[in-house]
């Protein structure tokens, strides 16, 4: 059961988690020599793409020869020994010992290589580690958590449920249809692959389908893996360059307006039906910033929001759209479900902001900084 945070500071990361921190952090001050840059590097997109494909096509070889070790164990004791006889209990000892070995060397060494890259990325993008109090996902957590595939943790801050308009019980079936799938897929293509080579000359290689099968599925998942960390570091930089922008702003923003700011953030949370880490960064630096105390309840509410907008004046309303816009792109696409319920909230408004957030996430996937600040100036 995951952990739920009701305020800046409940959340406790899991034992992976910290030991995952602890590997960046070794990172860090076993780099003490190196170049530290002041923002992002000017060529971040190609570097990062080196970085992704090289740890991918490491990531392959792990899966490859660490499978391979296992089948090899196997291969050396006899194909069928009787069942209970001392060669069938010595062959499956052996067997055993190395599917535990090999498992377990296959994933220490693929969370190495994934915290590895993710400490290169992240030098590259010229963010630091350093701890921020005010968060529950500062950038150690959030780089550990990406790199050791741990899902964020469920909070609800500030009064924001993420999945205030999700029906619970289609999300567990999606979750349950999906991981069925991954499973299946794996194994499916195990046996046709098996079936494909023993008919012909190649059957004698059949047991060994497992490694290049293994070997795909490691490269490709850190691969993607890696390029889902570069859309939170790219959109992290633009997360704390608005925040920044909002803050420099405030006393020109009325009560309304702040309280509109932060349930645009708290609505974008609502439609990703996620608790993104740079949202949570926004709305906590914000809600801070502003010294707000009210509202907490109605963040996440579309009507409040809707009913929030319709007050503001023309350049706050125009800058609190735009950071709606900015907010939803953080993950790099626009759902179905997002655009459903901006359709609802704002009208005739819609298909222009619709189209904002298209822009935006797509620079934010190919890696284009500069258009992506460009698209977040909330201010004139």
Same mark, same amino acid.
């Given at each position: 059961?995951?952990?739920?945070?009701?305020?800046y500071s409940d959340y406790k990361p899991g034992v992976?988690?910290?030991?995952?921190?602890?590997?960046?952090?070794?990172?860090?001050?076993?780099?003490?020599?190196?170049?530290k840059l002041l923002g992002p590097s000017p060529d971040?997109?190609?570097?990062?793409?080196?970085?992704?494909?090289?740890?991918?096509?490491?990531?392959?070889?792990?899966?490859?020869?660490?499978?391979?070790?296992?089948?090899?164990?196997?291969?050396?004791?006899?194909?069928?020994?009787?069942?209970?006889?001392?060669?069938?209990?010595?062959?499956?000892?052996?067997?055993?010992?190395?599917?535990?070995?090999?498992?377990i060397l296959e994933f220490y060494l693929l969370y190495?290589?994934?915290?590895?890259?993710?400490?290169?990325?992240?030098?590259?993008?010229?963010?630091?580690?350093?701890?921020?109090?005010?968060?529950?996902?500062?950038?150690?957590?959030?780089?550990?958590?990406?790199?050791?595939?741990?899902?964020?943790?469920?909070?609800?801050?500030?009064?924001?449920?993420?999945?205030?308009?999700?029906?619970?019980?289609?999300?567990?079936?999606?979750?349950?249809?999906?991981?069925?799938?991954? *499973? #299946? +897929?794996?194994? $499916? %293509? /195990?046996? =046709?692959?098996?079936? &494909? @080579?023993?008919?012909?000359?190649?059957?004698?290689?059949?047991?060994?389908?497992?490694?290049?099968?293994?070997?795909?599925?490691?490269?490709?998942?850190?691969?993607?893996?890696?390029?889902?960390?570069?859309?939170? *570091? #790219? +959109?992290?930089? $633009? %997360? /704390?360059? =608005?925040?920044?922008? &909002? @803050?420099?702003?405030?006393?020109?923003?009325?009560?309304?307006?702040?309280?509109?700011?932060?349930?645009?953030?708290?609505?974008?949370?609502?439609?990703?039906?996620?608790?993104?880490?740079?949202?949570?960064?926004? *709305?906590?630096?914000?809600?801070?910033?502003?010294?707000?105390?009210?509202?907490?309840?109605?963040?996440?509410?579309?009507?409040?929001?809707?009913?929030?907008?319709?007050?503001?004046?023309?350049?706050?309303?125009?800058?609190?759209?735009?950071?709606?816009?900015?907010?939803?792109?953080?993950?790099?696409?626009?759902?179905?479900?997002?655009?459903?319920?901006?359709?609802?909230?704002?009208?005739?408004?819609?298909?222009?902001?619709?189209?904002?957030?298209?822009?935006?996430?797509?620079?934010?996937?190919?890696?284009?900084?500069?258009?992506?600040?460009?698209?977040?100036?909330?201010?004139?």
């Amino acid at each position: 059961m995951t952990e739920r945070a009701e305020s800046y500071s409940d959340y406790k990361p899991g034992v992976l988690e910290k030991w995952g921190i602890k590997i960046l952090r070794n990172y860090v001050n076993g780099d003490k020599e190196g170049e530290k840059l002041l923002g992002p590097s000017p060529d971040f997109f190609p570097k990062s793409t080196r970085i992704i494909r090289w740890a991918s096509f490491l990531g392959l070889q792990i899966g490859f020869w660490t499978t391979y070790f296992i089948i090899l164990v196997e291969k050396l004791f006899p194909e069928s020994p009787e069942t209970f006889s001392p060669e069938f209990i010595e062959k499956w000892s052996y067997a055993g010992a190395a599917l535990a070995i090999g498992t377990i060397l296959e994933f220490y060494l693929l969370y190495k290589l994934g915290l590895w890259a993710a400490y290169k990325l992240t030098k590259l993008s010229g963010i630091e580690l350093e701890e921020d109090p005010d968060l529950v996902t500062g950038n150690a957590n959030l780089l550990s958590r990406m790199a050791l595939e741990i899902p964020d943790p469920d909070l609800k801050l500030l009064g924001i449920d993420p999945l205030r308009l999700t029906d619970k019980r289609s999300l567990l079936i999606r979750t349950f249809f999906y991981k069925t799938k991954v *499973l #299946l +897929s794996n194994l $499916i %293509a /195990k046996i =046709v692959l098996r079936k &494909i @080579l023993a008919r012909n000359s190649l059957r004698v290689y059949a047991d060994y389908i497992a490694a290049p099968i293994t070997a795909i599925w490691d490269g490709v998942v850190m691969y993607l893996i890696l390029k889902e960390l570069r859309i939170r *570091l #790219l +959109s992290r930089i $633009i %997360a /704390k360059e =608005v925040t920044d922008e &909002i @803050l420099k702003n405030k006393d020109k923003l009325s009560k309304e307006g702040k309280i509109a700011f932060l349930a645009a953030v708290g609505n974008s949370v609502v439609f990703t039906q996620i608790f993104h880490p740079n949202l949570e960064y926004m *709305l906590i630096k914000m809600h801070k910033g502003f010294g707000s105390n009210s509202q907490n309840g109605s963040l996440d509410d579309l009507d409040t929001f809707g009913s929030l907008v319709s007050q503001l004046s023309k350049e706050e309303k125009k800058a609190c759209l735009r950071l709606l816009c900015v907010a939803c792109s953080f993950d790099g696409k626009l759902s179905a479900f997002e655009t459903k319920h901006i359709k609802r909230i704002l009208g005739e408004e819609a298909k222009e902001n619709l189209d904002s957030i298209r822009i935006l996430s797509e620079y934010i996937r190919k890696g284009n900084l500069e258009a992506c600040r460009e698209r977040s100036r909330l201010f004139s």
